[in-house]
């Protein structure tokens, strides 16, 4: 059988099952709170009336001075809010100004793309005109420019055979002119004090080659080779390496050899006379005839000989 306990404490009560199964916890915890609420009733009948109007009082002051203290600063913030709500309102202001201008610039811009738009319709449709134009122009051209390369071929080959032949002319033009050739054998006596000629093959101790250069209108001035063949009874070059025999070339593009080497200063159209040349034999001059051709530019340009006994 379950018994309850009821404590009462002023306004309030406590009930306690004295049959439950956790009885000593539940009456440790209602004895405990009995004796609280005991308390606190009896703290609230000892305080005077007088005294909680100023609990009252003071913290509704302390409420009061909280509440201010916040409105202050409350108002702080809407200040600095304000001031910057003014500096933004002006940075607006400025950025409306500058998107104005802008848009202002972007419809420019637009209107003259437009214009430029329609001009550039206008330029391309030119310009496939005048492509069209070219086009035809530039086939124009072109057959023309054909039949003048034709023609500038044809003129070309004419004037490189005009100039080869003008040089041929030219080149056998300067060729020089000798005259008064005279073949002489000569003897030495006194060790080359006195000269004698000789028609003896025994007592010939040289052979001189005595000439004239004619007058030339083409040749230039300047000093002209000479290429002085002797050939002896035999039909043999006379040559020796000591008296500066060699070869050069022939107008025939053969080789020719030669037995002496003469150079004479030319002036343009005046003639050169008395043009001389020895030939020293190494051993001694036979009997027969003796020959003498003279060459310049390839070419011969006089001769002659002379006969030893």
Same mark, same amino acid.
């Given at each position: ?10 306004? =309030? ?20 709170? /009995?004796?609280?609420?005991a308390?606190?009733? $009896?703290c609230?009948?000892?305080k ?14 302390k409420?009061?001075?909280?509440l ?6 409350? +108002?702080?913030q809407i #200040?600095?809010y304000?001031t ?12 409306d ?6 848009? %202002?610039?972007k419809d ?8 430029l /738009?329609?001009?550039?319709?206008a330029?391309?449709?030119?310009? $496939?005109?005048?492509?069209?134009e ?29 100039m080869?032949k =003008? ?10 002119h ?12 006194r060790?080359? %004090? +006195?000269?004698?000629d000789?028609? +003896?093959?025994r007592?010939? #101790? ?11 209108r083409?040749?230039?001035?300047g ?6 063949v002797i050939k002896?009874?035999d ?5 020796s ?9 022939a107008s ?6 030669y037995s002496l080497?003469?150079e004479?200063?030319? /002036? ?6 008395d ?5 020293k ?5 036979v009997?027969? $005839?003796?020959?003498? #051709? ?6 011969r ?9």
């Amino acid at each position: 059988m379950n018994k309850a306990i009821n404590l009462s404490v002023g306004k =309030y009560t406590l009930s306690a099952n004295l049959g439950a199964p956790h009885i000593f916890r539940n009456f440790v915890i209602g004895s405990v709170l /009995v004796c609280a609420l005991a308390g606190v009733s $009896s703290c609230q009948n000892d305080k005077p009336a007088a005294t909680q109007e100023q609990t009252k009082s003071d913290s509704l002051i302390k409420v009061n001075d909280t509440l201010q203290s916040q409105n202050n600063a409350a +108002r702080v913030q809407i #200040d600095e809010y304000m001031t910057k709500a003014s500096k933004l309102e002006g940075l607006i202001q400025q950025k409306d100004e500058e998107i104005a201008k802008l848009t %202002k610039e972007k419809d420019a811009l637009v209107r003259n793309n437009k214009k430029l /738009v329609s001009e550039l319709k206008a330029n391309k449709k030119l310009i $496939s005109s005048l492509r069209d134009e070219l086009s035809d122009t530039t086939r124009s051209f072109t057959e023309r420019l054909g039949l003048l390369e034709n023609d500038r071929s044809n003129l070309v080959r004419q004037r490189d055979s005009l100039m080869s032949k =003008y040089n041929q002319v030219v080149a056998l033009g300067s060729v020089l002119h000798a005259s008064n050739i005279r073949l002489t054998a000569i003897n030495v006596k006194r060790n080359g %004090k +006195r000269e004698k000629d000789t028609k +003896r093959a025994r007592k010939a #101790d040289l052979l001189r080659v005595d000439f004239d250069i004619d007058e030339n209108r083409i040749a230039e001035n300047g000093v002209k080779k000479l290429y002085l063949v002797i050939k002896g009874p035999d039909g043999n070059l006379l040559s020796s390496q000591a008296a500066g025999s060699g070869t050069t070339t022939a107008s025939n593009g053969k080789t020719l050899n030669y037995s002496l080497l003469k150079e004479v200063p030319l /002036v343009t159209n005046q003639p050169v006379k008395d043009v001389s040349a020895d030939w020293k034999e190494e051993g001694d001059f036979v009997k027969g $005839s003796y020959t003498i #051709d003279i060459y310049n530019g390839g070419y011969r340009i006089g001769g002659g000989k002379v006969e030893l006994k």
